[in-house]
């Protein structure tokens, strides 16, 4: 006779994904089952939720601190590739070539082929000012911080897993209007908070998102170069945001690298 | 010195060096190999388990049918063996730093006493 408890367990174990599930399911239910305990403990629900959380997001793993740094990276460049080619179709008139490159790049970057996709980032940032002649630079820094970002993976592999392309779901950070950053943009701040907290899933997301900050940065310093003046605030949240990030990913990176 | 190994994983393996033992025998014998400081939820021990064995550390050495489920049997390989012993070496390297010295010392409220 199936009790209300096992139905409770088997409901958690549904949140696994259903190949995990076939392999474990029954084992786990019998663990859970042979602990005896009268109600779901909120420790039991807590590492359930957890362990299919990691198991989806293509987290549970375990990697060495060099090897989640270069996936980090790789996924960094990728979001940037994304923003800047949602950049090259918001401009008038629309930059189709780099649009269609930045894609490119993205499917090259999880498909692992690294040399290819740095190919495409570079050519994303020449091609305006070739196609035109401009003897300028180009303020699309994305397409260079994504080319710098991708050389780790490309030297020494770091390629990201398809499951982890939920995260280019991070360029709209810097895509939409509504999360415009600033320091007292609730959109912006909501949206750094979950990707700190999902930490405890997949450290990646943190790093990822702390180098992909970093184009702020980079921003700020070409701008300071130029001789734009830029707010003190503006700088400060622009270095915070990105250590923050990196700090949290590193420290939960450390941690996993054992075993 | 790094320690490698979280404490859970240690008394994971600890706990599988005298027989192989299926997933719950595994979680009492690591509480009690711990005195209770080692507590491991289903989710995590399974998480760990299948980490592990991707390791070569621990493997799946025979699988019994039980109330109609499966129960799996897990034991250390010969690489879990060593990394095990690995780390108990560098933690008692580390503890004997301490116990040895400690041999020579008095107590701590009898250290600083009157001369």
């Known amino acids: 006779m199936t009790t209300k408890l096992e139905r409770s367990y088997a409901r958690l174990l549904r949140l696994y994904p259903a190949g995990y599930r076939r392999e474990r399911g029954d084992e786990m239910l019998d663990v859970l089952l042979a602990s005896g305990a009268t109600r779901l403990s909120l420790r039991e629900r807590r590492a359930l939720i957890l362990g299919?959380?990691?198991?989806?997001?293509?987290?549970?793993?375990?990697?060495?601190?060099?090897?989640?740094?270069?996936?980090?990276?790789?996924?960094?460049?990728?979001?940037?590739?994304?923003?800047?080619?949602?950049?090259?179709?918001k401009v008038e008139p629309h930059e189709y070539v780099p649009a269609a490159l930045g894609v490119a790049g993205i499917l090259l970057v999880f498909r692992g082929?690294?040399?290819?996709?740095?190919?495409?980032?570079?050519?994303?940032?020449?091609?305006?000012?070739?196609?035109?002649?401009r003897l300028t630079y180009s303020w699309s820094f994305e397409w260079l911080l994504a080319a710098v970002l991708l050389i780790p993976a490309a030297m020494r592999g770091g390629r990201p897993g398809w499951r982890q392309a939920y995260l280019l779901l991070l360029a709209a950070a810097l895509l939409d209007p509504s999360l415009t950053p600033s320091m007292l943009q609730t959109g912006w701040l909501v949206l750094l908070a979950v990707v700190l907290a999902w930490t405890v899933v997949d450290e990646r997301a943190a790093i990822a998102a702390g180098l992909m900050l970093t184009i702020g940065v980079t921003f700020q310093t070409v701008a300071e170069l130029s001789g734009i003046d830029i707010e003190t605030p503006y700088i400060i949240m622009w270095v915070l945001w990105p250590a923050a990030m990196l700090a949290a990913g590193a420290l939960v990176a450390r941690r996993r690298a054992r075993i | 010195m790094t320690q490698r190994?979280?404490?859970?994983?240690?008394?994971?393996?600890?706990?599988?060096?005298?027989?192989?033992?299926?997933?719950?025998?595994?979680?009492?014998?690591?509480?009690?190999?711990?005195?209770?400081?080692?507590?491991?939820?289903?989710?995590?021990?399974?998480?760990?388990?299948?980490?592990?064995?991707?390791?070569?550390?621990?493997?799946?050495?025979?699988?019994?049918?039980?109330?109609?489920?499966?129960?799996?049997?897990?034991?250390?390989t010969a690489d879990g063996s060593t990394a095990l012993r690995a780390e108990a070496e560098t933690m008692a390297e580390a503890a004997r730093l301490v116990i040895d010295r400690g041999a020579h010392l008095r107590s701590p409220g009898l250290a600083g006493g009157a001369a």
């Not at chain 1, 495409?120 to 091609?127: G, I, T």
């Not at chain 2, 400081?37 to 289903?42: E, G, K």
């Open chain 1, 52 to 89: 299919a959380a990691r198991c989806r997001a293509g987290a549970a793993d375990r990697r060495d601190l060099g090897t989640t740094w270069r996936q980090s990276a790789a996924l960094a460049a990728a979001v940037l590739m994304v923003y800047g080619a949602g950049a090259a179709i």
């Open chain 2, 5 to 76: 190994m979280r404490e859970p994983t240690y008394f994971l393996l600890t706990a599988l060096l005298d027989e192989p033992l299926h997933g719950y025998a595994i979680i009492s014998r690591a509480a009690e190999l711990s005195g209770g400081r080692v507590r491991l939820a289903t989710g995590t021990l399974y998480a760990a388990l299948d980490r592990l064995t991707d390791e070569g550390l621990v493997e799946v050495v025979r699988t019994e049918i039980v109330n109609g489920r499966a129960r799996r049997y897990y034991a250390l």
């Open chain 1, 113 to 133: 082929w690294m040399p290819a996709a740095i190919g495409c980032v570079v050519v994303a940032y020449a091609f305006p000012m070739l196609s035109d002649g």
